[in-house]
């Protein structure tokens, strides 16, 4: 799969919207673009993923670049509650191939601030 | 669903005593995972299991280690002997298959295990 990187950390003002960018400029043709994020002592929980095209569902929306070498994970109106660590991950998703671990760079800590 | 269930959720022990711990998967699912979390690691695969036949345990650091899935609803992950180095937090994860949904896995709570 493959690597991401992403900015250590980040802060974000109560209200506003958080802009979480990810390079991932060796991805191939069949891998996905997948967003974890991990509130303090709880376990990660799954976000948005994507192919190619923009996705948005009820907690964010996933911006993926023409070229598919980066995105950014977009959490419109940010609350103290989305304080976390942020994870992007790269995998393929071929049903031959069967379900793959997810694999975990350092993702990025966003600090919602009132 | 209550989601994934691991059990404890605190386990303190010491070195040398061995520790299980235990997980419920999602009802349904076919995967199931273990990872481990530290602050110098990160989170990191140690096993994971397919229709509870173990597919990779290159993750497992040491004969130590030891993951059993004896049935579609429960699995353990054992450690003996237990040293310091230990010390993480244990999460488990399950899934269905990718040609179903999504391909998202769904975590547990996580069982933070010290050893002194």
């Known amino acids: 799969d493959a690597k991401t990187t992403q900015p250590p950390s980040m802060d974000c003002a109560e209200g506003r919207a958080a802009n979480l960018p990810c390079n991932h400029s060796t991805i191939s043709g069949n891998e996905y673009v997948y967003w974890y994020r991990q509130i303090h002592s709880q376990g990660p929980q799954y976000i948005i993923h994507?192919?190619?095209n923009n996705e948005t569902n009820e907690m964010a929306s996933l911006i993926i670049t023409e070229d598919r070498k980066s995105s950014t994970l977009i959490l419109p109106h940010a609350t103290l509650r989305d304080t976390a660590v942020y994870y992007c991950i790269v995998r393929s998703k071929t049903p031959f191939r069967g379900n793959t671990p997810l694999v975990f760079g350092k993702g990025t800590r966003l600090s919602v601030i009132a | 669903d209550a989601g994934v269930i691991q059990s404890p959720r605190h386990e303190v022990t010491e070195m040398g005593q061995e520790v299980t711990l235990r997980c419920k998967p999602i009802s349904g699912h076919d995967y199931l995972f273990w990872y481990r979390q530290t602050m110098m690691r990160g989170l990191e695969l140690l096993i994971y299991?397919?229709?509870?036949?173990?597919?990779?345990d290159s993750g497992m650091p040491e004969d130590r280690f030891s993951a059993k899935m004896p049935n579609a609803s429960f699995s353990t992950l054992k450690i003996q002997p237990s040293e310091p180095r230990d010390s993480a937090v244990y999460f488990c994860?399950?899934?269905?298959?990718?040609?179903?949904?999504?391909?998202?896995?769904?975590f547990g709570a996580g069982t933070r295990l010290s050893v002194l």
């Open positions: 994860a399950s899934s269905l298959a990718p040609d179903r949904v999504k391909n998202i896995q769904y």
């Open positions: 994507g192919l190619k």
């Open positions: 299991f397919n229709n509870n036949v173990p597919i990779d």
